[in-house]
Structure formats: C-alpha cells, structure tokens
C-alpha cells in the first residue's frame, strides 16, 4: 500500500496571491500522480496528470511538479472559483486533501 | 461529448443491498477501465473498485467479499452490487473513467448517494 500525504491541510490565501500545495508519497511513484480539484457538491475535477500535464481545459495558472516521493501543485494567482479542496492521486491511492480557503 | 450518470442511491438498512448503476456515452465503456471511488460526508476520497477492459476485477480490502463491480456492454453501462451494507459504507458514490496510474481518473459522475441506516 502507497501512503499519499498531503499539506498542509488548510492554507488560507488571498485572492490573487500564489498557493503551493504539497503531496509526498510514502514510496516512488515516478511521475504518475495527479491532482483534483472538488467543491463542494461536486464531483472531483482532474487538474493535473503525469505530475505536470494539465488536463483538457485547465487554466495556465495551475501547475504541477514533481517526481519520485514529492510533488507540487501550484495556483499562480489565485481567482474566486479555486477556493476548494484539492486531492493527489496515485493508482488507488489518495491523499487526505488541502482545503484552500479565503483568508 | 463523454457523460457518467450514476443512478441507484438510497436509504438502505444496515446488512441490506443496493445495485448502482453508471450509464456513459460518449464513449464505450468495455474498451476502458471504470472504477467506482467513494466519499464519505466530509471526508475524503477512498477508491472502492476497479473492472479493467479485459474484465478483470480488483476491491478495497473494506469492500472484498460484499461488493461486486460489472458491466453491461449492450447497455454500456457499469453496476456496482453491494450486499452486507454497513454503516460505514455510508457515502457518495462516484463511478469514474480510469485512465490508468500515468493519467488518472479523466471522466466523473455526478455522484450517488447511499446513506445506510437504521
């Protein structure tokens, strides 16, 4: 079993400002980790894949990296509508979640 | 256009069953791998099950034994039974394209509920 470790669990951001989310696995996972992105009553959205790939109609401001044990998501400048719960992913495994609310 | 809608959620006494249904278009659903991920009220995601192209089938260690994954090529569907319910299994039960390990899960439902109670 692989261990996805998120943090920190709660960062309170500023609109506008940069957020970095942090996702360690407890043993390599190469590049095959994802992120999400849920609000609440929704379903999760796929953000990112390979670490790095943004998918299909994601904004530029969203960045993943990373590779091996630790990874970065990173929202450039943070809009209303990300104000969220983001979730890595590896295989069947996911981490526990970083809320991202307004400070 | 792909879609998930997910179908099958309820109130359900404990030690009861319950089939969830996942009907997709836009594409085929024998050629993919489908998985059914779940979240409990206010908690996180937990990956429930697994039914690649081939068929081969895969289970939480919380679930082996009680629940069985399947689909319905003719109908291009995808079905989750879920038999000894228990309270735990309490949640949102999402079915979702599984683009393998590299690419992550691509295509989500809307979400069902399954709240087992007595």
């Known amino acids: 079993e692989i261990v996805m470790t998120q943090s920190p669990a709660t960062l309170s951001v500023s609109p506008g400002e940069r957020a970095t989310l942090s996702c360690r696995a407890s043993?390599?996972?190469?590049?095959?980790l994802a992120w999400y992105q849920q609000k609440p009553g929704q379903a999760p959205r796929l953000l990112i894949y390979?670490?790095?790939t943004r998918a299909t109609g994601i904004p530029a401001r969203f960045s993943g990296s990373g590779s091996g044990t630790e990874f970065t998501l990173t929202i450039s400048s943070l809009q209303s509508e990300d104000f969220a719960v983001y979730y890595c992913?590896?295989?069947?495994?996911f981490g526990g979640g970083t809320k991202v609310e307004i400070k | 256009e792909v879609q998930l809608v997910e179908t099958g959620g309820g109130l359900i006494q404990p030690g009861g069953s319950l089939r969830l249904s996942c009907a997709a278009s836009?594409?085929?659903?024998?050629?993919?791998?489908m998985s059914w991920v779940r979240q409990a009220p206010g908690k996180g995601l937990e990956w429930v099950s697994v039914?690649?192209?081939?068929?081969?089938?895969y289970y939480a260690d919380s679930v082996k034994g009680r629940f069985t994954i399947s689909r319905d090529n003719s109908k291009n569907t995808l079905y989750l039974q879920m038999n000894s319910l228990r309270a735990e299994d309490t949640a949102v039960y999402y079915c979702?394209?599984?683009?393998?390990?590299?690419?992550?899960?691509?295509?989500w439902g809307q979400g069902t509920l399954v709240t087992v109670s007595s």
């Open positions: 390979g670490a790095s």
């Open positions: 992913q590896h295989g069947l495994f």
């Open positions: 836009g594409f085929t659903v024998s050629s993919n791998y």
């Open positions: 043993q390599s996972v190469s590049s095959n």
């Open positions: 039914i690649y192209s081939g068929g081969s089938t």
């Open positions: 979702a394209r599984d683009e393998g390990a590299a690419m992550g899960y691509d295509y």
